[in-house]
């Protein structure tokens, strides 16, 4: 894409306002790692610190490599006024006027957890993704479950496998209901069935997207709870499949 934009002049805009932080960490693979390399070539990026930033709503940012787009944004109101001819935020600024405490809250926590490679905050952000890997492991080796593929950041995403794409979607969403019973809080996710373009995808596809199941690990804490996250899908995946298997309504994989 740099290459195109260098050839053609169009710009380019990369939407790091989820996973921009995850250029600090030093457990990309080699892929994801040269994207996050190229980052610096773009023309603007947007980043939002409520995510991975330690911090709440309200301080997100677009980025701009030429400082002159700001005229595409420039309002005027008769009772404002600068003391200079510059363009100035408080003119160019998607949501004019805000309060200064998330900037400076933002601020305080960079300097007690600088943004560099190696220290404390880039190696949660590695714990974190660490504890994704493990989780994939486990969903990639247990036969009642379809992975796509390794997570980049540290959201996982997988299903359970079924004859057919709406039954999976039914057990995910059971699974969603039975592990939040026991204080395992997953997420759920419409995806389109070729999200799960592999071999092992031997399901009917009697609908278009599949309802699958989601974890977004942020936590560096997540990878000291594995195990314990573990016991309870694995419970609550037990429940929910038996309990199809009594109605007759699920063939097990177990043995493919």
């Known amino acids: 894409m740099i290459r195109l934009r260098n050839a053609h002049g169009f710009t380019l805009h990369a939407d790091a306002a989820y996973g921009g932080y995850f250029g600090l960490t030093l457990n990309l693979v080699d892929e994801t790692r040269r994207t996050f390399d190229l980052l610096s070539k773009v023309d603007s ?57 998330a900037a400076v809250g933002l601020w305080a926590t960079q300097k007690l957890l600088p943004l560099v490679k190696g220290g404390k905050f880039a190696q949660m952000l590695g714990d974190g993704r660490a504890a994704a890997l493990a989780l994939f492991e486990k969903l990639h080796s247990d036969r009642r479950f379809l992975t796509a593929f390794p997570p980049e950041l540290d959201i996982v995403v997988w299903t359970v496998k079924a004859d057919r794409v709406s039954e999976a979607s039914d057990f995910s969403r059971s699974i969603f209901a039975e592990a939040a019973r026991h204080n395992l809080h997953l997420a759920l996710a419409e995806l389109p069935v070729e999200f799960f373009d592999r071999p092992e995808f031997m399901m009917e596809h009697d609908r278009s997207r599949i309802t699958c199941l989601r974890s977004v690990l942020m936590k560096p804490e997540h990878h000291d709870w594995i195990d314990r996250i573990w016991n309870i899908l694995d419970k609550a995946t037990d429940v929910v499949l038996q309990s199809r298997v009594a109605k007759g309504s699920f063939m097990s994989y177990k043995n493919r």
Not at 78 to 92: K, R, V
């Open 45 to 101: 990026i947007s980043i939002d610190p409520h995510k991975h930033g330690l911090q709440p709503y309200g301080c997100g940012c677009v980025l701009f490599r030429d400082p002159t787009v700001g005229r595409f944004y420039k309002h005027d109101s008769p009772y404002t006024y600068f003391s200079s001819g510059d363009l100035h935020l408080g003119e160019i600024s998607l949501e004019c006027s805000r309060p200064g405490a």
